[in-house]
């Protein structure tokens, strides 16, 4: 099992996704596909269509983590412009990349379409730039150094990232489980912070929950080491399990 | 009506909305109510409870922007650690502000409940802030300067948005009209660009659609004027026209 930590930020770009009309799907999933990677996911970004905003956003990015992965501004209108932007935080000029421009002229060649000039747009990416697989739609993505650029429309976004999993370094697997609490972070939180204190292998994080009359949480315990992983779920357990005796002999503390 | 741009941005904070165990609903919600007030949502961050990670993520938005809204971290527990990040992000020191301090002790000794030490954490501040009212469970949010703190539960979150609602300057009412276009991007692209170029006032988004099938895109032109809205719409409406009069005359262009 590899200990070495691999990181890495979602950059999502697009108008839509800040103005409250598209509600982002790409996020979440990409998010859910990296927990199960074992690479830690520390940072997300929305930015809107405009170059500098990109830019700056992805040289941020881009040096402080393992993986910076983009959605969306890699179609054919005005307003994709992704590929302008990751070329300029580059350094490198935006081209029509003849293998895309082959695959595209030939995709739309058979389905007895015209290749025009706003089409031959997604053929446009950094110069030497490698291509990510597009089996939805054909245009593909592409990558340059350890920025991975992708569609915004979910089930092309989907595809491309089954088609670039393979290939990225697993960090060491994190670990997770999830302890339902029937208590409010009120009641836990002192003691949970001790726990927290004493297994510091571990990351416990305390999700608060409310049913619109009372709070609850989940809490959860992350560890790459399985071991400290138990010893902390078994201390959760055991505060529960303390905090439901002192709820059946009467004592004030606990909501339940 | 007012022409002044006002600008925001949202920086959600927590561990569970970066490890896909929680789908945020917070960012979503904001971002309806911002374009409804006539504010311009620039800039979406996400970043996981370590306080460096806060207080560089807010120094820099805070900066930027005319609103900062931050939703997570300043419930009871270990890792709730918002308040003592936007202290340190203004240079004041984090303390147990009174009055949050007597609104939550009477709520707890009205309930019959003890007000723990933990329960006390979330009466601490930077000193000075102004609170945010918390008619769910009382625990009050803050403002400092421009940023708005407020809790990351969705139900509080959401009464505590209601609340500072009243005292945001909106901006130029941003106007939008969303035009279904049976097009591609690719059929589009290029038309759409000189629609744009000729309506520098509005700004066109093409959002493209897939039904698993075909794409199609769905069209928004935003403006503060009027006028500038109308003439943009009426043009990507004839383009549209255009289209389907190709279409029927057997053009091989557009796909449907």
Redesign the interface.
């Known amino acids: 099992m590899t200990t070495q930590i691999v990181t890495a930020a979602i950059l999502a770009i697009?108008?839509?996704?800040?103005?409250?009309?598209?509600?982002?799907k790409n996020?979440?999933h990409l998010?859910?596909?990296?927990?199960l990677s074992g690479i830690d996911?520390?940072?997300?970004?929305?930015?809107?269509?405009e170059e500098e905003?990109i830019v700056e956003a992805l040289n941020a990015l881009r040096a402080r983590y393992t993986y910076v992965f983009t959605s969306g501004g890699i179609?054919?209108?005005?307003?994709?412009i992704t590929a302008d932007a990751v070329s300029k935080a580059f350094g490198l000029p935006c081209e029509h990349d003849a293998e895309a421009m082959r695959l595209l002229a030939d995709m739309?060649a058979r389905?007895?379409?015209?290749f025009?000039?706003?089409?031959q747009?997604?053929a446009r990416m950094p110069r030497g730039a490698r291509h990510i697989a597009n089996p939805?739609?054909t245009a593909p993505g592409f990558v340059v150094e350890n920025v991975y650029v992708m569609a915004?429309?979910p089930?092309?976004f989907q595809a491309m990232v089954d088609n670039i999993l393979p290939e990225l370094a697993g960090g060491a697997k994190m670990l997770?489980r999830?302890l339902p609490c029937p208590y409010g972070?009120?009641?836990?939180?002192?003691?949970?912070?001790a726990i927290?204190?004493a297994h510091p292998a571990t990351?416990?994080?305390?999700?608060?929950?409310?049913d619109?009359q009372r709070?609850s949480t989940e809490l959860?315990v992350?560890a790459r080491d399985p071991e400290a992983l138990d010893a902390a779920a078994h201390a959760i357990a055991a505060m529960i399990r303390d905090l439901d005796t002192a709820r059946a002999s009467g004592h004030?503390?606990p909501?339940a």
Do not use: C, N, W
């Open positions: 697009g108008d839509e996704l800040l103005s409250g009309r598209t509600k982002d996020i979440g998010a859910d596909v990296l927990l996911l520390k940072e997300v970004r929305i930015v809107a269509d905003a179609g054919p209108t005005h307003d994709d739309y389905r007895g379409m015209e025009t000039e706003a089409r747009r997604m939805v739609s915004g429309v089930q092309v997770t999830s972070e009120g009641d836990i939180g002192t003691l949970l912070g927290q204190k990351s416990i994080g305390s999700y608060p929950k409310y619109g709070f959860v992350r004030p503390g909501e």
